[in-house]
């Protein structure tokens, strides 16, 4: 089974004002596709989108920094999810506990461009949203690759955190702006004696390289047999995965 979930809010989500949110809106809906982060009205927000795959069951939930300056009109600010700690966490709970899902993933636009490790303020509220319950943390906007992270909470969860996956597909060259990747999870859910555990088993990356080819874009897995991309294989996946836990 396939969920494909559609993740909104970026820095760019008010560039064509809330016409443009809700005719984005209009296009998923057309094509019955999931969406989260932008939202018609009060009640869409609210509604916290779930998927279930194995049966185990999954929250999404999806946030941004900002929208450029661009402010949401007075009353609608239901239109794009901000980033807003205690708000996430009560959203994080509510998945948990009301809907009683197996994990909570959390898609995050943050942290600053071009940058390859993460930001105190990324690595803060990683720890406060794990702790509060999130899984998984998938991000971007720095354009290039930061680390993915297994971290340990305090209940004996193991949380992953992608803080960062690149540039999927990008006009951006160079200083690694060209990379980006896919990962991939392994979720297992365990009921024993009428007690419910969750965890995750592995974790694995594959970079992908942009190529430009007269004006052409093409996004090429990166492997270690390909010696005509302009990095290296092994710097990328140690950078990516490094060999230990937070």
Known sequence: MLALIFYQPNNHSLDKGEE?????????????????????????????????????????????????????????????????????????????????????????????????????????????????????????????????????????????IAYSLGNFISGQRGGQKDLGGLISLECHKTQLAGRKSNSIHSVHFYPTYVRKVKGSFTVLPFTEDQHDIPYSFEATMEHVLPSYTE
């Open 20 to 160: 443009g949110v809700y005719a984005s809106i209009e296009a998923f809906n057309s094509y019955d596709m999931t969406y989260t982060g932008t939202y018609l009205h009060e009640e869409d927000q609210k509604r916290i989108r779930t998927f279930s795959m194995n049966s185990i069951t999954f929250a999404t939930l999806s946030y941004t920094y900002g929208t450029n300056g661009l402010l949401t009109p007075v009353g609608k600010e239901y239109l794009v999810n901000l980033l807003d700690v205690d708000k996430m966490i009560l959203e994080i709970t509510r998945a948990k506990e009301e809907l009683n899902v197996d994990f909570v993933i959390v898609n995050l636009h943050w942290g600053n461009e071009y940058e390859i490790h993460p930001s105190n303020n990324q690595v803060d509220m990683a720890i406060s949203l794990t702790e509060a319950g999130a899984d998984i943390i998938f991000g971007h906007h720095p354009h290039v690759l930061q680390p993915i992270y297994i971290r340990n909470t305090q209940d004996d969860r193991k949380a992953v």
